[in-house]
């Protein structure tokens, strides 16, 4: 394509948004003409603001942008990524949609709105079509996109695989995530060295219900929740990135450990999007994967891997499941929602284009 997309990253400088920042780097389609922060960055270089925690380097173009306002429209920028706290979310994300701006979000805020489309390419393409009803009911010239909880990604990938093919009954899900799931400077290190924390607030019940609405049914203009019993039981780790889930599932029809893991091993990726993985959910063979530290990485972290594939004598099979919680379960997935409604249209007819050249 001949010009990039213009977009802002609205958290630019917390651990989420400097993922999207890093992620956005190199894009094909987007160029990053803002990055917005709270009043401790407004006005400061993005490189002296941002605790950058990444291996790479900043991003050339980013190092001296000026800080925006957090809670403005970012000039010049059609397209926004928000990682911006819930609170502030809450309120800044309508205003953004209705002045006209496309929001692809990481926060919980608007998730479980019934005309806000909870996204993943992948799982329920088909729930965009929320965004007329949203248009109607709200008079936005904009929008809002939602990705899902960073648990509830990663263990929605084999549910999703396994309730078309034998549907899904029950979940029971024990997550142990990662720090950096708490952004920064999140839990204290005095409290995570030589721990576990059997308590993340608000955790279990995202889970519950992003995972239901994923997995749910267009019915007329809303989503019906996919009837399967979640219970999760989250845990924080002394893991720096990946989240960790095991998960016993209880299926309606009957099959064996083989035909489990036939059909995760067959579950397939979308096509034409430049952050799409080729493989989305990867099955590992060997006794003891996946490993956050091993696995988190598996198709530049936009792959969810599950292995430990076994009967389980409460429900029917168990296995472990792997997202990278600021990749694919943050960053990455809403990158991979604002291509998905670049190739759907919805930022206009010329983005389409240049985007499929
Ligand atoms: N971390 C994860 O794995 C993960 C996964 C999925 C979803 N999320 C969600 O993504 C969002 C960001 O999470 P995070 O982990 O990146 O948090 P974080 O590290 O605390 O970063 C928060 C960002 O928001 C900015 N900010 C804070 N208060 C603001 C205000 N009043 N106005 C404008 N900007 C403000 C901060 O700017 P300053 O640096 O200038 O203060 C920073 O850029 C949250 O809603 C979180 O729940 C996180």
Redesign the pocket.
Known sequence: MTEKIPVAV????????QRFVSLLADHPWFEIVSV???????GRQYGE??RWHLSTEIPPMVREMQ?DR??EGPKGAQLLFS????R??LE?EPQLAEEGYIVCS???SHRMGTDIPLLIPEINADHLTLIERQRDLRGWSGLIVTSP??SATGIVFPLKALDDAFGVSQVHAVTMNAI?????PGVASIEIYDNVIPYIRDEEVKIAEETRKLLGRLSGETIEPAEMAVSAQANRVPVMDGHLAALSIGLKKATDVEGVEATLAAFGGVEGLPSAPSHPLIVRSEENRPQPRLDREAQDGMAVSVGRVQPCSVLDFRMVTLVH??VR??AGGALLNAELLVAEGYLGEAARELASA
């Open positions: 609205l958290g630019g400088t917390g651990a989420v948004g917005t922060g709270s009043k401790r960055s407004e603001a941002v800080v957090g809670d990682a911006l706290p819930a502030v979310a800044t990481n926060a919980s909880n960073c950096s799931g708490a952004g920064y919680n600021t379960g943050a």
